[in-house]
């Protein structure tokens, strides 16, 4: 059985995060372990607290997982602040963590801030060099590149810049765009996009979450970046298209859509 880490904050409500991530890895039919850096009180309609992991215990939590059972795939999420990003960099490289996927979150679908000011330039500097792979969304990648993203030429733009200063790939998700789902791979020069239909369905929460996991679990499988993307979209289109409707805001993706069927 392949195994994928998450390390990511934890969301009571089960939409995103941690909750997400171990939905999506065990819809895979892969084991799900998980290392939280921080619990958030939220639910659909917004985030109401954050309480933060001391970074130390976060160590702790990475040390029992890589001395025990090793990860195929390890998927980043909400890291909050900087010592946090600092012990994680520090443990991935001790561990040498592979299949690296990092989607740098840093607002809630609901507009809450989940990432620390001054942590996003950590951020940059010490966990995308571990990443096979960054996943920001636009307004993500809009502060990452610094360039404003209205179309699909300014998310080629904007990928080509982030990408210069990084060996991984990076996959710029249109949902936040008008029009198609497309999102953007670009990676070693190349450049891939993945266009599906917009599914008509407000409850979006976890999007995110749910793919750069899926992705994960690709990479864990041996799939390439390429085929992980596909495939992780197929299953995200999948889970909002299931058409699930629980809570009075935007609300969570359906992972148990796959489960009597042949769900890679
Ligand atoms: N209505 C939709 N129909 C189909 N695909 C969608 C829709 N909305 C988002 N997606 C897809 O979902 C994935 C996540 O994209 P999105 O831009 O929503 O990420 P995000 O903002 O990080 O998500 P989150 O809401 O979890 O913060 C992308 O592959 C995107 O194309
Ligand atoms: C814990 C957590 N991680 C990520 C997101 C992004 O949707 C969220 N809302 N909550």
Not at 77 to 91: L, T
Request: overall charge negative; some cysteine.
């Amino acid at each position: 059985m392949k195994k994928v880490l998450t390390i990511a904050g934890s969301d009571c409500s089960g939409g995103a995060g941690i909750q997400a991530d171990i939905k999506t890895i065990t819809a895979h039919k892969m084991y799900a372990m998980s290392v939280i850096t921080s619990l958030t009180a939220q639910n659909t309609t917004g985030v109401y607290g954050i309480a933060d992991t001391a970074p130390e215990f976060v160590g702790q939590q990475l040390d029992c997982i890589f001395t025990d059972i090793v990860p195929d795939a390890v998927k980043i999420g909400m890291v909050s602040n900087s010592a946090i990003i600092r012990v994680i960099a520090e443990k991935l490289r001790q561990y040498d963590a592979k299949n690296v996927v990092v989607d740098p979150v840093m607002i809630s679908t609901s507009g809450s801030r989940l990432l620390s000011e001054d942590a996003c330039d950590a951020l940059v500097s010490q966990l995308f060099p571990a990443a096979s792979l960054i996943t920001p969304n636009i307004p993500e990648a809009e502060v990452l590149s610094g360039l404003d993203i209205s179309d699909k030429s300014a998310m080629l733009q904007a990928a080509e810049k982030i990408a210069f200063s990084q060996q991984c790939g990076v996959l710029i998700k249109g949902g936040h765009l008008p029009g198609d789902a497309c999102d953007l791979l670009f990676y070693h020069g190349e450049t891939f996009w993945y266009d599906t239909d917009r599914i008509t369905n407000p409850n979006t929460h976890g999007t995110g979450c749910t793919l750069s996991s899926a992705i994960a679990c690709g990479l864990a499988s041996g799939k390439d970046l390429a085929d992980s993307i596909r495939s992780a979209k197929e299953y995200l289109t999948g889970a909002l298209k299931a058409g699930l409707d629980l809570g009075k805001g935007s609300g969570p993706l359906d992972h148990t859509y796959c489960l009597s069927s042949a769900c890679e």
